[in-house]
């Protein structure tokens, strides 16, 4: 799919989608001078949109995808790649501690509103059964 359709498929602007290309996140298929986007893309915008909801910066982003493109298995790592990989592991996991503390307070305010809306509800019937 163009550009155009990819916009609108995934409810990103053609800009975004430009600069995440830009950035190194996003890599269409050139066909004929166009760009051409295919599910793996599409599956890669979603993570994107996801993972910045959560609260993750564009830089922290590239650089997850930078080290999920090279990590495997039997890869030996110079000294300075294993510091770099365990200073981005220790920001990953501040960053899912964080997203837990969020989820453990949304888990609080959704109890609150549900305790509001029974009693909502019951001072409802009451008035309807006293009209």
Partial sequence: MKIGEFAAYTGSSKDTIRYYEKMGLLQPNI???HREY????IE??????KLKHAGFTLQEIKLLFQWLGH??????????EIQSLE???ALFQQK??????REKEI???QQVLLRA?????LLLEKNRRDS
């Fill in 38 to 41: 295919d599910a793996e893309q």
């Fill in 117 to 121: 809306d029974r009693k909502m509800e």
């Fill in 107 to 109: 888990q609080q305010i």
């Fill in 31 to 33: 066909v004929n001078k």
């Fill in 44 to 49: 890669l915008m979603s993570a994107i949109r």
């Fill in 87 to 89: 200073q981005v592991r």
């Fill in 96 to 101: 899912q501690a964080y997203m837990m503390q």
């Fill in 71 to 80: 990590l495997e298995p039997d890869t030996q790592l110079t000294e300075e």
